[in-house]
């Protein structure tokens, strides 16, 4: 049994592999224009593509690998519009709580006002009375 780090590959014995000797592949361009009223012509389009510049179609796991990247997508798709809902839902209830601190901080600020009159009338009720009686007093 040989030790990973102790096999040594001859770097000097390097022969092109088959596929660099060949003429590099054929690139198509695809073109397409999307209609939101009919979103998977888009996709069939694609798909005849596929089917005519290339064998991906004809493999095996054809299916399998297209179903996977559209489960991927749909999954995606469903993952952001949740986020969203969730960043929307959260910004609606800080707005809500920042209106009911708001209301809280003005009831209280009512409240304040109305025990400071309260106090300036006990005290006006204090002085005429402390007045009253000394009056009172004097005139006896």
Do not use: H
């Amino acid at each position: 049994m040989a030790i990973i780090s102790d096999y040594e590959e001859d770097q000097t014995d390097t022969k092109p592999s088959p596929s660099s000797s060949r003429t590099p592949p054929k690139t198509s361009t695809f073109t397409a224009t999307f209609d939101p009223q009919n979103p998977i012509r888009i996709v069939e389009g694609v798909l005849d593509f596929l089917g005519k510049e290339s064998d991906f179609l004809e493999k095996e796991t054809a299916e399998k690998e297209i179903f996977a990247v559209v489960k991927k997508a749909a999954e995606e798709a469903k993952r952001k519009k949740a986020a969203e809902e969730a960043k929307v839902k959260a910004a609606e209830e800080a707005k809500v709580k920042a209106a009911e601190e708001a209301e809280v901080k003005a009831q209280s600020k009512r409240l304040k006002v109305e025990k400071e009159k309260e106090k300036e009338k006990k005290e006006k009720m204090d002085e005429n009375e402390n007045e009253n009686k000394e009056e009172s007093a004097k005139g006896k």
